[in-house]
């Protein structure tokens, strides 16, 4: 087993395969799971972290894949990304609201605080944008 380890779960987006090869570019072994599989499978694992993927799903339709709670009690960082941090943040108690309009298409994301994810990288980047839903109020103590 690779001594880091960062686990992708594929929530059904059409870039989930891009997200685990762009993390195996950066010289840490990833590996791409069904969002279903079980906290015992991704605690064996021992990850240093959590990938969620984007979906094609609105986390309040019916049937829609959820997050498992347990998850977020392994101790180790969480990324979501687009369904992935909708799921994150319904589950941590936030809220997820349609929007009027979907956005799709590239956009330019302005950097004001890089935290410890986005250190080195540009504060101005460009970005693919594909989602229906949008956080309105972020769970408490959300960062």
Excluded: K
């Excluded at 993927?53 to 019916?62: D, H, L, T």
């Excluded at 977020?72 to 941590?92: F, H, K």
């Amino acid at each position: 087993m690779a001594a880091d380890e960062v686990v992708v779960l594929d929530y059904g987006g059409q870039y989930s395969q891009l997200i685990a090869r762009r993390v195996r570019e950066c010289g840490v072994f990833s590996e791409l799971l069904p969002h279903h599989v079980g906290v015992e499978e991704v605690r064996r694992r021992n990850p240093r972290g959590l990938i969620l993927s984007g979906g094609p799903a609105s986390v309040y339709a019916p049937g829609a894949p959820r997050l498992d709670p347990e998850l977020l009690e392994l101790g180790i960082p969480v990324l979501g990304i687009c369904y992935g941090m909708q799921a994150l943040v319904l589950t941590l108690g936030g809220r997820v609201e349609g929007a009027e309009v979907g956005e799709f298409g590239r956009s330019r994301l302005t950097v004001s605080e890089t935290g410890r994810l986005l250190v080195g990288t540009p504060a101005e980047q460009s970005c693919w944008m594909s989602h229906r839903d949008t956080v309105y109020a972020p769970p408490p103590g959300f960062t």
